[in-house]
């Protein structure tokens, strides 16, 4: 299926809204089996806000109780292309010493940024895990990897149900590719 969104542009459906949501509902389970029922989580903001909202609500439906607090990081500033160092624009409140923390993220590609966010919460006597919605692990520029993954993503520009293009196409239900 495709959706037209732009003039000449628009955006093909790689993963519905459906598929999404029974993955997001499976991780949960498996994350509560793992966990258990308490523990912080700390999504990554801009690009998982939706994932993570589902997420949440999905850890609810499994008894989970959560502490939540966002993060903020940067590799991008005002360009378009990554610089490789990346920067806290929003730090958490929360205070992670000996507490199990999840981290929540869209997309594992390069693992800099969940690198850092894992570095940072271990720094702060954390006990980290990793749960992204995507991996590219073709991407990935160290040996990260993320303990719980939603699904393995093909090596396209992936748009829709939070990530973008110069902000633009969040919103959508659905995780697709731009075609020209």
Do not use: W
């Not at 598929?19 to 029922?37: F, Q």
């Not at 989580?41 to 008894?63: N, Q, W, Y």
């Not at 409140?93 to 919460?121: N, Q, W, Y």
């Not at 590219?136 to 992936?158: H, I, M, Q, T, Y």
């Amino acid at each position: 299926m495709t959706r037209p969104i732009l003039p000449g542009k628009s955006v093909r459906v790689l993963l519905d809204a459906e598929t999404i949501d029974a993955r997001t509902k499976e991780l949960a389970r498996e994350i509560v089996a793992a966990l258990g029922t308490e523990f912080v989580c700390v999504p990554v903001l801009k690009g998982s806000f939706m994932f993570a909202a589902d997420l949440l609500r999905a850890l609810h439906a499994e008894g989970a109780q959560v502490e939540v607090d966002f993060v903020i990081l940067s590799s991008y500033g005002n360009n378009t292309i990554s610089s490789g160092q990346v920067t806290v624009q929003r730090d958490i409140s929360i205070i992670v010493r000996d507490k199990k923390v999840l981290i929540i993220d869209d997309i594992l590609e390069s693992g800099r940024t969940l690198s850092f966010a894992k570095d940072l919460m271990a720094a702060r006597g954390a006990s980290v895990t990793l749960c992204v919605l995507l991996d590219k692990p073709k991407r990935r520029e160290n040996n990260l990897s993320a303990d719980f993954v939603g699904f393995e993503c093909p090596e396209r520009f992936v748009v829709g149900y939070g990530m973008d293009v110069a902000n633009c196409f969040r919103e959508l239900p659905f995780i697709g590719v731009v075609d020209d």
